[in-house]
């Protein structure tokens, strides 16, 4: 009898320990709209009508732009939006707007950002971890593996601002 009860205890503890741990979790994730995604390869750039360029650069509207990270800063993120250009000897590729062309965004990255990774959350970025029908990232990864891969290199994403911060990214594989 003891020994069920002390399992019944346990159970019951550990069941307390998961929704405790749940809500916590649940909590400390900031709500952000759900926007309408744009097509992972679209092939125009994303306007972004109420954005005056010609002013300092500062952050996107909200909403969910497919780009790349071209600076990061401490918590501060720059970035471009890109567009798929075919190619005639390949698939093709992503490209940014050209040289010269004043169509970048700055904001900061949320300190509870959603980064959803193709590749994996290591930094040998060997594994694929994206959703077959889309081929967006589908891994969940750190804040800081989020920094320390897009401050190295361009990685197309879908980037998604909310209040000025960046809230989410989900990387598009490319292969």
């Not at 306007?47 to 996107?60: E, L, M, Q, V, Y």
């Not at 029908?133 to 998604?160: F, M, V, Y």
Request: proline share 5%; charged share 20%; hydrophobic share 35%.
């Amino acid at each position: 009898m003891k020994t069920s009860l002390r399992i019944l205890l346990a159970g019951g503890a550990a069941a307390a320990v998961v929704l405790t741990s749940g809500a916590v979790a649940s909590a400390s994730a900031a709500p952000f709209p759900k926007y309408k995604a744009p097509k992972p390869f679209g092939t125009t750039f994303q306007a972004d009508p109420k954005h005056d360029f010609s002013k300092h650069i500062s952050s996107r509207h909200d909403g969910i732009l497919r780009g790349w990270i071209t600076h990061v800063g401490g918590s501060e993120a720059e970035y471009t939006p890109i567009k798929w250009k075919k190619g005639t000897q390949t698939e093709g590729g992503f490209v940014g707007p050209s040289e010269g062309d004043l169509m970048a965004y700055s904001s900061q990255i949320a300190k509870d950002v959603v980064f959803l990774s193709a590749y994996g959350c290591s930094s040998s970025m060997a594994g694929i971890t994206v959703t077959r029908n889309t081929g967006l990232g589908s891994k969940r990864c750190s804040r800081t593996e989020l920094i320390r891969r897009h401050a190295d290199h361009r990685q197309p994403a879908l980037i998604t601002v909310y209040k000025g911060r960046i809230v989410q990214v989900q990387e598009i594989y490319t292969p």
